[in-house]
């Protein structure tokens, strides 16, 4: 199986509205979720969407091994450092100027800002077929994928993201 990656953007070969995204849209919406998210971005530099897929694959079965999640981010890397931060930084950026008139602007920033950041789900989900369920146990396959995602990006064993879990269990039930 071929690997996909940024240049198959270009070919269209990526399905943006798949069922990584659609759980992620539900996920992030559940409460607290966003918060936790935008917390561990702020403390360790995690990336929300490799979060969500941490989870959505947890959700499935599936249990990452530390080298599987380094495989994933490798994935995603080169579209997150030259396209999703500088258009959240360019987003952050005019929060903080106070422009008159420029929050209809802002808006359709932040509207593609979020387009990119579905297109690095679609790469996640294209990527996500290597893998298989092998896991009944769904709470701890989700921390597990969580604390290995997590101890990545600090070095830290031990830190998890209990909203995340409990949100992720909720929406199986």
């Known amino acids: 199986?071929?690997?996909?990656?940024?240049?198959?953007?270009?070919?269209?070969?990526?399905?943006?509205?798949?069922?990584?995204?659609?759980?992620?849209?539900?996920?992030?919406?559940?409460?607290?979720?966003?918060?936790?998210?935008?917390?561990?971005?702020?403390?360790?530099?995690?990336?929300?969407?490799?979060?969500?897929?941490?989870?959505?694959?947890g959700s499935r079965g599936i249990v990452l091994e530390g080298g599987d999640i380094e495989r994933v981010m490798g994935r995603v890397a080169a579209w997150q450092d030259h396209v999703v931060r500088p258009l959240r930084g360019v987003r952050q950026s005019m929060k903080n100027l106070e422009l008159e008139d420029s929050e209809n602007f802002r808006g359709r920033v932040k509207s593609v800002e979020i387009e990119a950041e579905q297109i690095e789900q679609a790469m996640l989900f294209a990527y996500s077929e290597r893998f298989q369920?092998?896991?009944?146990?769904?709470?701890?396959?989700?921390?597990?994928?969580i604390g290995k995602y997590i101890e990545l990006k600090s070095g830290q064993k031990g830190l998890a993201a209990p909203v995340l879990i409990d949100a992720a269990l909720r929406l199986r039930s």
């Open 133 to 145: 369920s092998t896991h009944r146990d769904i709470r701890n396959a989700i921390a597990a994928n």
């Open 1 to 57: 199986m071929n690997p996909q990656g940024p240049s198959e953007i270009a070919s269209g070969t990526l399905q943006y509205d798949n069922e990584f995204w659609r759980f992620s849209l539900a996920l992030y919406s559940e409460a607290g979720v966003a918060e936790e998210c935008l917390a561990l971005q702020q403390a360790i530099g995690a990336g929300i969407n490799l979060l969500l897929f941490c989870v959505w694959a």
